[in-house]
């Protein structure tokens, strides 16, 4: 069993910071790409940052500059700087990660269970 657990979501005002963490527990074999996704009400599931095993990272169009991705790969957490948040940052972020479980070959997806960022005055 593989879990991953976001937290550091909340109220905060427009041009605040929050930083959030994921942590990957369970039978972890290997972790290769992390990131994090958001999803505003009624809108899609969109990627926000993605890292890779070896730290290059890639950011949607709307946060470069703003967020940063980085990961510790000793503790298997990924984690989302937000700066200079808006109020179109609002949104439920889901923590993805790459994994292939111990004893296994095949990698999969997984999803943590969101947590919820509010950018408000």
């Known amino acids: 069993q593989v879990q991953l657990v976001e937290s550091g979501g909340e109220l905060v005002q427009p041009g605040g910071s929050l930083r959030l963490s994921c942590e990957a527990s369970?039978?972890?074999?290997?972790?290769?790409?992390m990131g994090w996704y958001r999803q505003a009400p009624e809108k899609s599931r969109e990627l926000v940052a993605s890292?890779?095993?070896?730290?290059?990272?890639n950011y949607a169009n709307s946060v470069a500059g703003r967020f940063t991705i980085s990961r510790d790969n000793a503790k298997n957490t990924v984690y989302l700087q937000m700066n200079s948040l808006k109020p179109e940052d609002t949104a439920v972020y889901y923590c993805?990660?790459?994994?292939?479980?111990?004893?296994?070959?095949?990698?999969?997806?997984?999803w943590g269970q969101g947590t919820q960022v509010t950018v408000s005055s």
């Open positions: 890292i890779s095993m070896s730290g290059s990272a």
């Open positions: 993805n990660a790459e994994i292939i479980r111990e004893y296994s070959d095949f990698i999969r997806n997984y």
């Open positions: 369970g039978s972890i074999g290997t972790i290769y790409s």
